[in-house]
């Protein structure tokens, strides 16, 4: 578990797991040769000696005016998927919760920055044969634009998902839809990003004048800071994602905001310091 400070509020990480990758899984241009390229940064917190990428899978709380705000919920467990590295596993996500201090009870508000795979996996788990709401007292934030897309793919997979992570908290009344713009607090905000997904959004904290984002998937990696024009393969809409990453990048570095990367392997805050005509990222 780590933890930082935004102002007066509190941000906790829960790591789900984290998992070595070959980078181009993610994006072409992360071949071992590029990432070894920057091993001086890189290596050995964000990349091994070999060129494969550490990727983290972590849920980020906060708690803002009485609410207990979780963003993202990772792969979540006994869940058939065509990925091996995450088909039907078993994990201490919830007891590691409740150690940190946030039983799957207390959280009052789950934010899902986008519906891939590994970010809804743990808003519903298996009870007695049955998928239900992981967090029972939370409002689910969720993006329309994301649902109306996703929902309509004839993609077994995706509707896989759809079925053991979206429709069940759907079904329960617990989803209140927003995109960019919706103020949870007045200190906690979605943000649109798009490019990565039809509805993409992150999440900005502020607080006493200073800010914090939660990035989602606008960025995977911070070797993408280097290389805001490297296209992820997943991305809904490449060109666009890659502006958005630029300008999402050139803001956090003029305004010294706290980068909290969704997938970034620890330290996995830090700030975006402008090089060149691009970025890098320091933990």
């Not at 065509?82 to 078993?90: A, D, E, S, T, V």
């Not at 709401?133 to 759809?162: C, G």
């Amino acid at each position: 578990m780590s933890e930082w400070r935004i102002g007066d509020l509190k941000v906790i990480k829960v790591l789900e797991h984290e998992d070595l990758w070959q980078g181009r899984i993610i994006a072409p241009m992360m071949t071992a040769e590029n990432i070894l390229k920057e091993a001086d940064w890189l290596v050995p917190r964000f990349a091994n000696e070999a060129g494969r990428i550490r990727i983290s899978f972590h849920s980020l709380i906060v708690e803002s005016e009485g609410l207990r705000i979780l963003i993202d919920t990772c792969v979540g467990d006994d869940k058939q998927r065509n990925f091996p590295r995450w088909n039907l596993r078993h994990s201490s996500y919830l007891s590691d919760l409740a150690k940190a201090g946030y039983p799957r009870e207390s959280i009052d508000r789950v934010i899902c920055t986008h519906l891939h795979i590994d970010h809804v996996g743990w808003n519903a788990m298996l009870e007695n044969g049955r998928w239900v709401p992981t967090f029972p007292n939370a409002r689910y934030l969720l993006s329309r634009r994301e649902w109306d897309y996703w929902s309509q793919s004839k993609d077994e997979e995706i509707q896989r998902i759809m079925d053991d992570s979206v429709r069940p908290v759907i079904d329960a009344g617990l989803v209140d839809w927003v995109e960019g713009g919706h103020r949870v607090t007045s200190e906690v905000a979605t943000e649109s990003t798009p490019g990565h997904s039809p509805g993409h959004m992150a999440v900005r904290i502020k607080s006493r004048g200073h800010e914090g984002v939660v990035t989602g998937d606008l960025i995977h990696h911070p070797i993408q800071c280097g290389h805001p024009e490297w296209k992820p393969a997943v991305d809904f809409d490449a060109d666009q994602a890659c502006r958005t990453r630029r300008d999402f990048l050139a803001r956090c570095a003029e305004e010294r905001t706290l980068c909290i990367g969704t997938h970034f392997a620890s330290p996995t805050a830090g700030r975006i310091e402008k090089r060149g005509d691009a970025f890098r990222f320091e933990g």
